[in-house]
């Protein structure tokens, strides 16, 4: 299919999809994703790679993006503006991962490798939580759990007990790549909550 006819498909599913047809999203989220997920792949450096998920981000994108496209917030009316949106929503989301791991605090700059760790200089909390600390993590464990699909509750109980990715898409009969998007929509749920709080 060449590129004007596809756009114009484009344009045609995301009409389907506000008119409530699930599958023009699904549509559209297969049109564009390996590219979205090899223009994010593209756009992050080696240090922050290794904290962030092209894929991940990806699926951000189109999470924002649905959410927008049902509520009408996009105006779209030639061909190649919805690939235009997404490829601008997707460097969007990775400028803003780069200055978040970028912030003082978390700065992927200060990242050493732990075998360059001089020998006292690790810091070791020797507290116990308090009860006020456990019941505040059981709240928030719960607020997240409620917004999960239960396949999303099960990840999350299995990753929580340590479980590897293989071992959760055995248990649940989903493929890694599955569990893997899922665990990053769970990382950007609880990624919202620390931001809200």
Do not use: N
């Not at 596809?6 to 008119?19: E, I, M, Y």
């Not at 601008?88 to 791991?101: F, I, W």
């Not at 006020?132 to 396949?151: G, I």
């Amino acid at each position: 299919m060449d590129e004007p006819q596809a756009a114009g498909t484009s344009l045609v599913l995301l009409q389907s999809f506000r008119d409530g047809d699930d599958t023009a999203a699904e549509a559209l989220f297969t049109r564009y994703f390996e590219r979205l997920t090899l223009l994010a792949r593209s756009r992050l450096s080696p240090r922050l790679a290794r904290r962030t998920d092209p894929e991940d981000i990806v699926m951000s994108v189109y999470r924002s993006f649905f959410i927008g496209a049902r509520a009408g917030r996009f105006v779209l009316g030639r061909g190649g503006d919805l690939w235009r949106l997404l490829a601008s929503m997707t460097k969007h989301k990775l400028l803003r991962q780069a200055r978040r791991h970028g912030a003082e605090r978390r700065s992927v700059k200060s990242e050493v490798p732990l075998d360059q760790v001089e020998e006292g200089r690790c810091f070791v909390r020797g507290e116990e939580p308090t009860p006020e600390d456990a019941v505040a993590l059981a709240d928030e464990v719960e607020r997240v759990f409620s917004r999960l699909s239960t396949f999303g509750r099960r990840v999350m109980e299995l990753r929580m007990q340590g479980a590897q990715l293989s071992e959760i898409a055995e248990d649940t009969g989903r493929s890694e790549r599955t569990v893997r998007r899922t665990l990053g929509q769970i990382r950007e749920l609880l990624a919202e909550r620390l931001d809200d709080g």
